[in-house]
């Protein structure tokens, strides 16, 4: 019983043999159950069926061997009560019609050897109505013979009319039979589907972390097993996911540490330096001190970049986009940038609209971009000495007189700033283009789609 | 003489920003950690934090500080480029400088930061033929002459001034002085510092004092 509990095999099994076995087995119960039933109440004392009455008649015929006529009348009588509508008759050996029940039967009174014959004849075979047999009195017909004759109507037994009656109840009952085997099979079935469902659904549906949540399991068959395993499966995915945050945030950490580490002697360098530049030292000397001062710069701003783009790569660079005013963001980044453009002779040139146009982005990343094109401007493209910032239609524009972003530069990095702006500019939907030739180069920056805009 | 109380654990970079900032005339109190800042705070008029330290970090101990005193600038100092760092830094920190800074900066920010603060002991300033007195709010010509301005244009005269070479956005003078967000198209900070300009400037056509970064803002170069 328990391992009928446990297999899903072992009741599909079950079904199965039940289903086969159902036939037969219905068929013959349904059958004894039916015919016991019927045929309880069932007289014996009357005869229905047509050999039943011919040995009746028989046996009278011989029990009445040697009667007289009056003893005959007498039986007649009583077999007449049974028999009501039944006809009897006896016809002596001389061919006179002695008896008859009832009494005023349409008979003929004298038998001739071609009409016994002809009535013989008349009363064959399995339909003849009515149904009649006739016995001899007596050996060899001595005493003449006694017919007894029965309407076919008279012949079905109470039993074989009860049955007519309720003959449809056989097939009602064996179609019961089949209908519950087909519930018992279809029950079998949708729960093992409503199951089945309720575990898909629950491996569809997960929460905020995109991990499903463990089911109950409700039983110990295969369905359960599976059940078990996908708990497993969940708790395991759930706990690498948690590791994986883990290692994350060691990598976060470790970043940090590392750009702290690297920051630190920088930084006492850059202070040792300073000092190196205040004392009285040659022009070479100066030359140098100028180079490290300008190198820690540089190292500074890889240590950035790197940090960022690991940052960014891994998705771990903090996002909040937010509807931004775009023309304020560009003013207020490039009034920092002002002062080392005016130090160098750049030419400026600003069109930016008296109006707010506004992005959907990250304020921290677009200052990020911006600071990046600039600095690559101040860095590579100073040559130029001019640069321009436009917003017109919905774009905005920044260009260079350098020499092109194709030439070398002499302060050439590995582009990561660049490739900051590009993940950056992606993750905001921000198109991007660039073209630059040996001329300068001219960026345009747009937004992917137009819906934020104007919208105050 | 402004003193400035500053917590850095690294001993290199600490002994070379107190000698430092002493040239530069400031008295400075060192701290290893955060052990003591609370009792240093009432006399100092700025606090300059690293982020890393041992025991509390620089954020807790810039809070607590901040929660004892409010009005103490907070400069915060920081070789950790997280933008997470940042980001809760300026949460309650004035401002945010990452090593290596070039110990010009770190001075020019503390200057401005002291002098945002009111705590600037600068008697006075002169630009151009303006001789200014920041703390009795007095404004005299070389020639000797006073010049008396609207509550509003000595606001904005004296915004610029506490923001030295540096270049505001119009967004950002209105919003320093009027304290409310700018709307865009707003032509009050423009018609107000033509009236300024007009006291101040010797030819208001070519203005010297408050310079015009077309496009950008404005700017008071010291």
Redesign the interface.
């Known amino acids: 019983m328990k391992r009928l509990r446990r297999s899903l095999l072992a009741q599909y099994v079950l079904i199965i043999l039940f289903a086969t076995m159902i036939l037969p087995i219905s068929v013959t119960g349904l059958s004894i159950v039916f015919y016991n039933t019927l045929y309880e109440g069932n007289s014996d004392d009357r005869l229905y069926n047509g050999t039943d009455l011919e040995q009746m008649w028989h046996r009278t015929a011989k029990s009445l061997e040697q009667a007289t006529e009056e003893e005959i009348r007498e039986k007649f009588h009583q077999l007449k009560l049974v028999y009501t509508n039944a006809n009897l008759y006896w016809v002596d050996v001389k061919g006179m019609t002695r008896v008859t029940f009832p009494e005023n039967l349409p008979v003929r009174k004298q038998w001739k050897a071609t009409d016994a014959i002809q009535f013989m004849k008349d009363h064959r075979g399995m339909t003849a109505d009515p149904f009649t047999t006739v016995a001899f009195l007596g050996t060899e017909g001595k005493h003449g013979f006694i017919v007894f004759q029965l309407p076919r109507s008279d012949m079905e037994s109470p039993s074989d009319k009860l049955r007519e009656q309720y003959n449809f109840l056989f097939p009602i009952a064996l179609l019961a039979v089949f209908i519950v085997f087909i519930l018992i099979s279809t029950l079998f079935f949708y729960r093992i589907r409503k199951r089945l469902l309720h575990l898909q659904e629950a491996m569809a549906i997960s929460d905020q972390s995109g991990v499903p949540s463990p089911v109950a399991v409700s039983r110990e068959d295969e369905i359960g097993r599976l059940e078990l395993s996908f708990n497993r499966m969940v708790q395991e995915v759930e706990e690498g996911r948690l590791r994986q945050l883990e290692e994350e945030e060691l990598r976060?950490e470790l970043?940090?540490?590392l750009?702290?580490?690297?920051?630190?002697p920088?930084?006492?360098?850059?202070?040792?330096t300073?000092?190196l530049h205040q004392e009285h030292l040659s022009e070479k000397g100066m030359e140098s001190v100028k180079l490290l001062?300008e190198k820690?710069r540089y190292m500074?701003g890889l240590?950035?970049n790197l940090?960022?783009y690991t940052?960014l790569t891994t998705g771990k660079?903090?996002f909040y986009p937010e509807k931004i005013d775009i023309v304020?963001l560009v003013?207020?980044s490039?009034?920092?940038w002002?002062?080392i453009f005016e130090n160098l002779e750049f030419t400026m040139e600003?069109?930016?609209p008296?109006?707010?146009i506004f992005w959907q982005a990250d304020p921290?990343w677009f200052s990020r971009i911006l600071d990046n094109l600039l600095q690559n401007i101040h860095r590579h493209a100073a040559d130029g000495r001019y640069i321009a910032i436009r917003i017109q239609e919905e774009t905005l524009m920044l260009e260079d007189h350098g020499p092109g972003m194709k030439s070398k530069s002499s302060s050439q990095g590995v582009g990561i700033g660049l490739s900051i702006v590009s993940l950056m500019m992606k993750e905001m939907k921000l198109e991007w283009n660039i073209q630059t030739d040996t001329n300068g180069t001219k960026m345009t920056i747009r937004q992917k789609q137009r819906s934020y805009q104007n919208e105050y | 003489m402004r003193t400035i109380l500053y917590i850095e654990d690294?001993q290199?970079?600490g002994r070379?920003?107190k000698d430092?900032l002493e040239a530069r005339g400031f008295s400075v109190r060192w701290l290893l950690s955060g052990e003591g800042a609370d009792e240093a705070l009432p006399e100092a008029d700025l606090v300059v934090l690293d982020v890393?330290l041992p025991g509390l970090d620089g954020f807790t101990i810039g809070q607590r500080l901040k929660r004892k005193q409010g009005d103490i600038p907070i400069l915060l100092l920081?070789?950790?480029?997280?933008?997470?760092?940042k980001?809760a830094g300026l949460q309650f920190a004035d401002d945010y400088l990452?090593?290596?800074?070039?110990?010009?900066e770190l001075a020019a920010r503390i200057d401005v930061l002291l002098r945002r603060a009111g705590r600037d002991l600068m008697e006075e300033i002169t630009l151009d033929h303006l001789r200014i007195n920041l703390k009795e709010n007095r404004i005299l010509t070389t020639a000797g002459e006073e010049i008396l301005l609207t509550a509003k244009q000595h606001q904005i005269f004296t915004y610029l001034l506490r923001h030295p070479?540096?270049?505001?956005?119009k967004?950002?003078l209105y919003e320093g002085v009027w304290q409310e967000p700018y709307l865009?198209?707003d032509k009050t900070l423009h018609v107000h510092i033509r009236y300024l300009r007009e006291k101040i400037e010797q030819d208001p056509s070519q203005p010297r004092i408050i310079e015009t970064?077309?496009?950008?803002?404005y700017r008071v170069k010291q």
Do not use: C, W
Request: no cysteine.
């Open positions: 976060k970043i940090a540490n750009s702290h580490d690297l920051r630190t920088l930084t006492t360098i850059r202070g040792h300073y000092r001062d820690i500074d240590i950035d940090v960022s940052l660079y903090p304020r003013r207020t490039f009034a920092t002002y002062p600003l069109d930016i008296d109006r707010q921290q | 690294d290199e970079i070379f920003v430092d890393m920081s070789a950790r480029t997280a933008v997470d760092d980001l990452t090593k290596p800074f070039h110990p010009d070479n540096q270049i505001l956005t967004e950002q865009e198209g970064i077309r496009g950008i803002g």
